[in-house]
Nanobody, 121 residues
Framework: QVQLVESGGGLVQTGGSLRLSCAAS????????MAWFRQAPGKEREFVAS????????YYADAVKGRFTISRDNAKNTVYLQMNSLKPEDTAVYYC??????????????WGQGTQVTVSS
């Protein structure tokens, strides 16, 4: 099983920025798509962004398009989520996931423990 460790969450004001990182403990990191999902209290986990194994294609939820950017560094086994123009509705626990490119949680086989992002109004 692959270990995924997220970092970079925290408290930020509306309009601020955060950069999340997710480090993977596998030599085959570059073979897999990566994604970020988030889950707010009382809500289901939802897709945020995904990136193909080589970074050539990226996909975003409508709610974050134009504000968030997903990227990866295969040499460092790390995927990133740059979050700009943050809004209170972005408040959630953010999870990274490894698997096959998709917006569905079922297509990802390994998950991190999550990192809290809180946006104050």
């Amino acid at each position: 099983q692959v270990q995924l460790v997220e970092s970079g969450g925290g408290l930020v004001q509306t309009g601020g920025s955060l950069r999340l990182s997710c480090a993977a403990s596998t030599r085959t990191f570059s073979s897999y798509a990566m994604a970020w999902f988030r889950q707010a209290p009382g809500k289901e986990r939802e897709f945020v962004a995904s990136i193909t194994w080589n970074g050539d294609s990226r996909y975003y939820a409508d709610a974050v398009k134009g504000r968030f950017t997903i990227s990866r560094d295969n040499a460092k086994n790390t995927v990133y989520l740059q979050m700009n123009s943050l809004k209170p509705e972005d408040t959630a626990v953010y999870y990274c996931a490894l698997g096959s490119i998709s917006t569905m949680t079922s297509r990802y086989r390994d998950w991190g423990q999550g990192t809290q992002v809180t946006v104050s109004s």
